[in-house]
């Protein structure tokens, strides 16, 4: 068996050696665009003033984007045929859509919210019958304190609603 390998060695690498060589190219060549693109998309985070998290989620989104894409090329370079493997991407991703669609319209809102900024830290706002200061805006909740307590308000409930901002009724008086 082995000589047999052994036999068809220079034959095969003569055969596949390009084809590899070609698809690691690729894949470095990928992997090299991706980091300046996630450099690229913190230093416009920052010029432009963006919340970290943001500029983090959409680095991060580019960066496994252009690295799927990547892979997908250099298994296209090899001959394999990708086609089932990108509808069985497009796929798991409609199917991951689907199931968490609450946690993805809050992520998105968050988005909207931190670039947007309608509202800040220490800004008091009142959203569906729920008020207080805004302690923390992050991606998936803006954390609320009213009365000694912690409200957690989802993220797609404040951009969908109509938001109140000013001072508590105590204060106004």
């Not at 082995?2 to 190219?25: T, Y």
């Not at 493997?85 to 988005?111: C, E, H, P, Q, Y």
């Not at 009365?147 to 105590?170: C, D």
């Amino acid at each position: 068996m082995w000589e047999k390998f052994i036999e068809n060695a220079p034959s095969l690498v003569a055969d596949w050696g390009p084809k590899v060589l070609i698809a690691l190219l690729l894949l470095l060549g990928f992997w090299i665009v991706s980091r300046v693109v996630r450099k690229t998309i913190f230093a416009a985070g920052d010029k432009a003033d963006l919340e970290y998290p943001v500029v983090r989620l959409m680095a991060m989104a580019a960066r496994v984007t252009l690295l799927v894409a990547g892979i997908v090329t250099a298994l296209g370079t090899l001959g394999v045929d990708v086609s089932a493997l990108v509808a069985g991407l497009g796929l798991t991703g409609f199917a991951l859509g689907f199931a968490i669609k609450d946690t993805i319209s809050n992520i998105l809102a968050g988005v909207l919210l931190l670039v947007y900024r309608p509202f800040s830290k220490k800004d008091y706002v009142e959203v569906k019958g729920m008020e207080g200061e805004v302690s923390a805006i992050d991606l998936r909740y803006t954390t609320l304190e009213s009365n000694g307590q912690t409200i957690l308000l989802p993220n797609s409930l404040l951009f969908t609603n109509p938001i109140t901002i000013g001072k508590p009724a105590e204060e106004e008086k």
